[in-house]
């Protein structure tokens, strides 16, 4: 059974429809000794995938496969990377998008498949002005 | 934002399934964003403040 309602997957199919990159959703997760949410957020990206052709999932092992985890730089899991067309966003998710982060991940995939970034010109130009690594977590619940 | 410049990283982080790190930054209530280890922001602001504490920038004067 999936999670989300016809309807809503119908409203989800309609706002993906803007992607024309191809999106990649890579999903790290632990089998042994990790947290059933990787099991949520694999579910969740797979119905999101199916809704889209230009959407895809690809699974790795948060233990087994280190080169992607040290390339990505990922240090926990489940972890979500999200590609442009192979080239990495620099957009991470952390545990299993549900709830209000959900709406998060979406947005994050929408702008991933579209390239385009919905921010006040002057927003956009104090952001692209950062000339320095600056990492930004923001901590959230599903509700 | 991490979209916009290749010198920045966004994580979303789920608090209550990293509690180490909620505790590591004293996440109390959600959302609170912390940037490079040491700015921190609670809860959610408008775009152009929220871009301006992450990044660090000073206020615009009233008017």
Known sequence: ?143 | MAAANENITADAVEATEFMDLSRKYRVTGVPKTIVNETIEIMGGLPEKMFVRQVLDLPEEPEA
């Open chain 1, 1 to 143: 059974m999936g999670l989300l309602s016809p309807q809503d997957e119908a409203t989800l199919k309609a706002h993906l429809s803007s992607i024309t990159l191809p999106v990649q959703l890579v999903l790290f997760t632990q089998t042994f000794g990790g947290s059933e949410s990787g099991d949520v957020a694999k579910q969740i990206l797979n119905e999101i995938a199916s809704l889209n052709d230009n959407i895809s999932v690809i699974e790795k092992n948060f233990v087994l496969d280190t080169e992607d985890k040290a390339k990505y730089k990922i240090d926990k899991a489940p972890a979500i990377v999200i590609l442009s067309d192979h080239t990495d966003t620099r957009m991470r998710m952390y545990g299993a998008p549900t709830g209000y982060e959900f709406v998060g991940l979406v947005e994050a995939i929408i702008v991933a498949g579209t390239g385009k970034i919905d921010l006040d010109p002057e927003t956009m130009a104090w952001i692209q002005a950062v000339d320095t690594p600056t990492h930004i977590q923001v901590f959230s619940t599903p509700t």
